[in-house]
């Protein structure tokens, strides 16, 4: 092993050693980081990078910055020092505008100071995404970094590079990544992304890098490293971060580099500040040309960076990201439009502090100002009590919103949010609508809000609001739950409502104020109940007609007929999901298996871990969920059982699958059984790590993608073929 006779190696074959060690972990942490493909196992990975570490603490004057050893590191500074913009750091006009009238005022724009006619050829633009982070310079000369810089105020930000070298998507040295590995990351030909194509002109090679090459984009955070993030935060007690913007830029101004490495940071790339000595205008013709090179020298830009002609298409970007903005994985606030030309970016210049050639156009917010009216308590399914802020009603993420959740008593109290109180509300994509925080009186956001001394702080109640039996707290858990049960008529109706949906038994037609009215009214108290129920006990229900009374029993007949991963669901066992179910149901192939196996055996199912175990064992060591079972069999309901599959073969394990569009024959939720059963994966949205998308007929968004992205595409005859 090279470790071992290191020190017997001669000066000459370490150096050498010492280089191919740095240029293979530069190459790996590109694939790894940036192209989000590695290849090679972690633990390699590590014992090349302590094999570098070991050569460089016996030979300490052949340490440079860009060794991949130096990303972490380094003391905590007392403060940052100034740094002087070589080019200033500008910002961006907004158009406030979300409509697409933003994009037509745009291009009007630049049209009349280019002096262009009616009758000249639509402009050439580069369209962007708007990423929410903060802005960063990134100085390399002869193609290392040597600096990071913050905006600041333009002309003078803050020395963060410590911080910035942590981010394993930023290269210390240019052009480390093979050529090889660069390719294998770009869409495939003809793809209509235009990153990966040299359209016009060919990149300029690792070996033209500048002698001065300022790289600026944007540092920001992923949403799911925010969330875990956020989760630690909470577990160590520390308080919380709002947004991922914050906690991005709090990870980036962080005087201890050892917490900035801890924080996960992204970057993408937009643009150069100082490029010398050659002018930026003679290196490249484009600013499409110029991010293609950028890419190809190891920096993160976005794939769905486009090239598009006049206002028409600037207006189906705009569109077309903010239809797809909730799937990206990190958040924007807008694109942003640039001219492709820098011959012509020149020739418009600046006002003020902003480019005539670029604008940034924004979507409606995600998150928005409002007043806490009154905090109530809601009552679910497991018994949860869960603060709920009632809201002076605020259109945000697309929709009006008048109610959002507070999560549990411990954030209120971090949160400090009380009625009277200015909010920021978040609601993005189909997630539920939340109380982000409050904004301190007197932040001027909308005059100062002069909290309500005698309003006491929020606690939640010692007896269930809804049937007033106790609530309790375990050890260590966040969440205060009713110990009702199905006494509970909170718990009761949001049971009933679980069992009956769509994903578990589906009872077509029964919905919230139905059950609503059947609970209250004494006609149910259980799920066998709702079986027993018969023609003439709905009828009697109030505004209930003969043809709806009819329908549901219809639907609930329907519904006896199901499979036993729905029914384990509908069962609402906490922490059982659809596709622990799924688990469960192939593990044993039959119920009574499940409801006797001990927690053990249980553990040997996937994705079944201590909790969940305990959880399921605790609930069918109960009787009267036995008996609720029991029951719902003598009812009718029934499905069919298989044997235990644990070994059976699965032969799309490892597999993510992504479903658009109208299948021939196979309903979505079929197809997606059949496929989870032949231990494939069932994703929403497609990414580079889909394996394949099947599309049946009107396949929208998510073939296009698949397409650029080069994801293979099936129909459903080669679906079924594959799961034969
Ligand atoms: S270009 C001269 N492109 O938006 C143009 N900025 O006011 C300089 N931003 O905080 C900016 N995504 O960090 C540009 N694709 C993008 C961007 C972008 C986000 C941020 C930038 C700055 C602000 C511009």
Known sequence: MATLDLFAMPPSEDRDHLDSLRAQLHTLAHQYYVLDAPTLPDAEYDRLFRELQALESAHPDWLTPDSPTQRVGGKPLDQFAAVRHAVPMLSIRTETDTESTGAQAFDTRVRKELELL??????????????????INLRYENGVLVQAATRGDGENGEDVTQNIRTIGQIPLKIGAPTLAATRAALPPEGARSALGRPGGGTSL?????????????????????????????????????????????????????????????????????????????????????????????????????????????????????????DQLPYDIDGVVYKLNSLALQQRLGFVTREPRWAVAHKFPAQEQLTRVLAIDVQVGRTGKLTPVARLEPVFVG???????????????????????????VRR???????????????????????????????????????????????????NHRCVGGLFCNAQCKQAILHFGQRRAVEIEGLGDKLVEQMVDANVIRTLPDLYRLGFGALVGLERMADKSAQNIVDALEKSKQTTLPRFLFGLGIRHVGEATAKELARHFGGLDAIMD????????????????????????????????????????????????????????AGKTFVLTGTLPTLGRDDAKDMIEAAGGKVSGSVSKKTSYVVAGTEAGSKLTRAQELGVAVLDEAALLEMLK
Not at 118 to 135: H, R
Not at 208 to 234: A, T
Not at 292 to 298: A, H, Y
């Open 118 to 135: 009616d009758t000249d050829a639509s402009v050439e633009y580069v369209a962007e995404l708007k990423f929410d982070g903060l802005a």
């Open 205 to 325: 090679s690792t070996a033209d890098v500048p002698q001065v090459l300022e790289v600026r984009g944007e540092v920001y955070m992923r949403r799911d490293d925010f969330e875990v993030l956020n989760e630690q935060q909470r577990a160590k007690g520390d308080k919380s971060f709002v947004n991922p913007r914050n906690a991005a830029a709090g990870a980036v101004r962080q005087l201890d580099p050892g917490i900035a490495a801890q924080r996960p940071l992204s970057f993408f790339a937009y643009g150069v500040g100082e490029v010398a000595p050659q002018a930026v205008g003679s290196l490249f013709a484009t600013h499409m040309q110029l991010l293609q090179t950028l890419k190809s020298w190891g920096f993160p830009v976005a794939e769905q960076t486009r090239v598009v002609h006049g206002a028409g298409e600037l207006v189906a970007f705009h569109q077309n990201i903010a239809l797809t903005r």
């Open 398 to 424: 697309g929709t009006t919103v008048s109610n959002a959740t507070l999560h549990n008593l411990f954030e209120v109290r971090k949160k400090d949010v009380r009625v009277g109180d200015q909010v920021i």
């Open 428 to 478: 993005a994509g189909d997630v539920i609508p939340e109380v982000v925080g409050r904004v301190a009186s007197g932040s001027g956001v909308s005059g100062p809000t002069p909290r309500q001394p005698y309003v006491p702080n929020f606690s939640l109640p010692a007896l269930c609001p809804v049937c007033g039996s106790a609530v309790v707290r375990e050890k260590g858990q966040a």
């Open 597 to 652: 196996a001990p927690e053990e055996v249980l553990l040997q199912v996937n994705d079944v871990g201590p909790i969940v175990a305990k959880s399921i064992r605790t609930f069918f060591d109960q009787a009267h969920n036995r008996e609720v079972v029991d029951q719902l069999r003598a009812c009718g309901i029934r499905w069919e059982e298989g044997a235990a599959t644990s070994d059976a073969p699965k032969p799309l």
